[in-house]
């Protein structure tokens, strides 16, 4: 057992573990500084874009009555807009609940409509401005642009890194070639001054 804590000693005290932690804890704040570089860069590229990179989807046909949405009778297909939650919500009250008057119960026609909206949201995912049924096929293009910036973006700074690292590493060696040619010539010299007093 002590032979057990001593090498996990040895391993936890070895440099490259050391190293390896501390590169860990800064590739994690790094990756929030990537993050927010992203969404600043992708907020200034996407700002005609209604609903912003989210809002970049494509809904693709439905091919079963799973996919065509709740009811698309009333609108709720397999995508709308933000914009008419509200009156798709009425809509659908109106349709669970036929004989209720909003005139003559507001306070049940409210709750009514808000829990058509509830049960509205539960089914439907919001992208930018626009809702999709959840069991619609989506295309996220926001996502994968997202994905794509996020990585170029990475690429670019650790090649940067490496870069810069390899220079340190040259300059590091080309000093360290002439402290061992001036070292040379040194030796060479002290040799030469032997020699030649040897002679005389």
């Known amino acids: 057992m002590k032979k057990?804590?001593?090498?996990?000693?040895?391993?936890?005290?070895?440099?490259?573990?050391?190293?390896?932690?501390?590169?860990?804890?800064?590739?994690?704040a790094f990756s929030a500084i990537v993050t927010a570089l992203v969404n600043i860069l992708l907020s200034v590229c996407t700002w005609a874009v209604p609903g912003g990179?989210?809002?970049?989807?494509?809904?693709?046909?439905?091919?079963?009555?799973?996919?065509?949405?709740?009811?698309?009778?009333?609108?709720?297909?397999?995508?709308?807009a933000a914009s008419e939650l509200q009156q798709l919500g009425e809509k659908l009250a109106a349709a669970n609940y036929p004989?209720?008057?909003?005139?003559?119960?507001?306070?049940?026609?409210?709750?009514?409509?808000?829990?058509?909206?509830?049960?509205?949201?539960?089914?439907?995912?919001?992208?930018?401005?626009?809702?999709?049924?959840?069991m619609s096929a989506v295309i996220d293009w926001g996502t994968f642009?997202?994905?794509?910036?996020?990585?170029?973006?990475?690429?670019?700074?650790?090649?940067?890194?490496?870069?810069?690292?390899?220079?340190?590493?040259?300059?590091q060696e080309k000093a360290k070639a002439k402290v061992e040619a001036k070292l040379a010539k040194k030796t060479e010299e002290v040799a030469e001054g032997e020699t030649e007093e040897k002679a005389e």
């Open 4 to 28: 057990f804590f001593g090498e996990f000693k040895a391993f936890i005290a070895r440099g490259n573990v050391l190293d390896m932690s501390v590169g860990v804890v800064i590739g994690g």
């Open 53 to 80: 990179l989210k809002g970049l989807v494509t809904v693709l046909p439905a091919v079963n009555d799973a996919q065509r949405g709740m009811n698309d009778a009333i609108g709720l297909g397999q995508s709308f």
């Open 99 to 134: 004989t209720l008057d909003k005139a003559a119960e507001p306070a049940a026609w409210t709750t009514a409509v808000e829990g058509a909206k509830s049960a509205i949201l539960g089914k439907y995912t919001l992208h930018g401005t626009l809702y999709t049924y959840n």
């Open 145 to 171: 642009i997202n994905a794509i910036i996020t990585f170029i973006i990475v690429a670019f700074v650790l090649f940067l890194i490496v870069k810069a690292f390899n220079k340190l590493k040259e300059a």
